[in-house]
């Protein structure tokens, strides 16, 4: 089970004066229950290569293979792909629109159609795990906070079980709290589910901690694709196109520079203390 | 996809008609359909329109493949006022079937008509492809300021106006992707009979008001905040003035009007 993008490209408005060149010849490999972090600055192509994912939008050349089958044959089935790659947009909860939570998290399923005792069975269990409790699926969706609105729609997508789950920044505009609760219930799906997980983000910082490869873009081309150590190892070629590191690897690198023996690789706040402490002890034996 | 939708859409140049004050072309535009239903199926009236029309589209420098290209939007109303003129204007019998009869004035009528609505979409498009939203309303709302003294709210039918064209392509956006959403959940827009493909609109619909809604508060909010309340006392940062080109524009607008009506008497058929 695995995604394959071979030489995929796409321009918008061939042929006019507007004509642009969203991606440039785009090779890529998604292995079943990956868990993967796409990251590029605003306009670098990172929508637009979600969407080429589950056939929303098609390449102007190239093709994309889903489990060995090419998603572009003539009698290939869309909605059956949809629903295996479920593609979780930015601003989910801009979709709600069902008198109430469960009809509208039953939507998917239904357009799937699935007999009425599954859908509801796949949507319950789909609203338990983004953590929306029994007293709130009866309510209109449009009476719940931003953050509960956002987990209800994500709950609209999970509800389909898709192998294959990618969310175009599902952390944007929430506060730090909601957006740690939303990341930490995405990585317990990827382990229970075993799910396979693309999320999209222009944070390193977030996706640092969750994901085992970060994909960078830049001006439609895949410019890393890499653990994200090695990727963070860059930070000065991530600079110039506009995006950072986390900044433990800054800390890390700083520390070198003063002269202090530590390994510049750690990418999260745990194995920066790690790393830390493993010098001091050094040196006070040392000392 | 939807996107494409050329009628009215301004393009950008620096043209005689571009730089016009947006009062001459509204006026200008006005007269222009008026002309063309001042006389009844004469055909040599109708070369000086075209002269006419043909020199505004030069002077305008827009493409005339762009032009036409917007006529496409109203091809349907075109083919049944065309239908109607042929085969319901009583008259010399051409060719009959059952209660079907063609005649020649109906013929005649279906022609004139479809080249009277060709030349008014091409004439008024002209109007919205040289002037921006925002100084079309800025126009109109000086247009009818007299009307203000019977207390018709000019200023608010304006702000109205300019608010809901820079709208159009925003809510533009939004629709293509609620529509995107609601696909990856397996909505299907395209397929079933009518009544299955209204409901299908339900899902695109809802979010769509919603977030028309949402828009309009922040709108609203964001005015008031930089203390918007309504037009009295509200000054312009570039007022419109009319320059010498306006009054040139005015005087051809007047030498046209004449000579159609000159060329109406003279005109044999």
């Known amino acids: 089970m695995s995604i394959t993008l071979d030489h995929i490209s796409y321009s918008y408005s061939i042929g006019t004066a507007y004509e642009k060149h969203a991606l440039k010849d785009i090779n890529l490999t998604i292995k079943d229950g990956e868990f993967i972090g796409l990251i590029g600055h605003t306009g670098s192509g990172k929508s637009t290569l979600i969407q080429h994912l589950n056939g929303l939008m098609k390449a102007t050349s190239g093709s994309i293979y889903y489990n060995g089958k090419d998603i572009y044959d003539e009698d290939y089935d869309m909605k059956e792909l949809r629903s295996k790659v479920g593609l979780v947009f930015q601003y989910p909860e801009h979709q709600l629109f069902e008198t109430t939570v469960i009809k509208d998290v039953s939507f998917g399923p239904r357009n799937q159609g699935l007999p009425q005792l599954e859908i509801d069975l796949h949507s319950y269990e789909a609203l338990k795990q983004v953590g929306i409790g029994e007293d709130l699926i009866d309510c209109s969706p449009f009476e719940l906070s931003g953050g509960q609105k956002r987990r209800v729609a994500i709950a609209g997508v999970l509800a389909m079980r898709p192998e294959v789950l990618i969310l175009d920044e599902p952390t944007a505009g929430l506060d730090p709290a909601g957006r740690d609760e939303i990341l930490d219930q995405i990585a317990k799906l990827h382990k229970e589910r075993k799910i396979t997980v693309i999320l999209v983000s222009h944070s390193m910082e977030d996706v640092a901690k969750y994901v085992d490869r970060i994909l960078v873009m830049n001006k439609g081309e895949l410019v890393y694709s890499d653990v994200p150590r090695k990727v963070f190892a860059n930070y000065k070629v991530l600079e110039s196109i506009g995006l950072a590191a986390p900044q433990v690897t800054y800390v890390m690198h700083g520390l070198r520079e003063q002269g202090i023996a530590v390994d510049t690789n750690a990418t999260t706040i745990d194995e920066a203390k790690r790393e830390i402490l493993k010098w001091a002890h050094r040196e006070i034996i040392e000392g | ?269």
């Open chain 2, 1 to 269: 996809m939807i996107r494409d939708i050329t009628i009215g859409q301004y393009y950008p140049k620096d043209s005689f008609i571009h730089k016009l004050d947006p009062r001459t072309k509204i006026i200008g535009t006005f007269v222009f359909i008026i002309s063309l239903f001042l006389f009844r199926n004469k055909f040599l009236p109708y070369v000086v329109v075209i002269g006419f029309l043909g020199l505004v589209i030069g002077a305008s420098q827009v493409p005339i493949k762009h032009i036409v290209k917007g006529l496409k939007s109203i091809i349907f109303l075109m083919v049944f006022a065309i239908v109607f003129n042929v085969f319901l204007t009583s008259g010399e019998v051409l060719w009959q079937w059952g209660i079907l009869k063609i005649t020649k004035e109906g013929l005649e009528n279906a022609g004139f008509m479809a080249l009277r609505l060709t030349l008014l979409i091409m004439g008024s498009s002209i109007m919205t492809f040289t002037t921006t939203p925002n100084h079309l309303t800025d126009g109109l709302e000086k247009i009818m300021n007299p009307l203000k003294r019977i207390k018709v709210p000019v200023h608010e039918i304006s702000m109205m106006m300019s608010i809901a064209l820079r709208f159009i392509p925003i809510l533009l956006e939004e629709t293509d992707k609620i529509m995107k959403a609601q696909m990856a959940r397996g909505a299907d827009f395209e397929s079933g009979n009518l009544i299955k493909k209204a409901k299908s609109l339900v899902p695109l619909l809802v979010p769509l008001f919603v977030s028309a809604f949402r828009r309009a508060n922040d709108l609203a909010m964001a005015m008031e905040a930089r203390c918007y309340r309504g037009g009295e006392g509200r000054t312009k940062m570039k007022p419109l003035k009319y320059r010498k080109e306006d009054f040139i524009s005015y005087l051809i607008l007047v030498l046209y009007l004449v000579s159609l009506v000159v060329v109406k008497k003279v005109s044999p058929v």
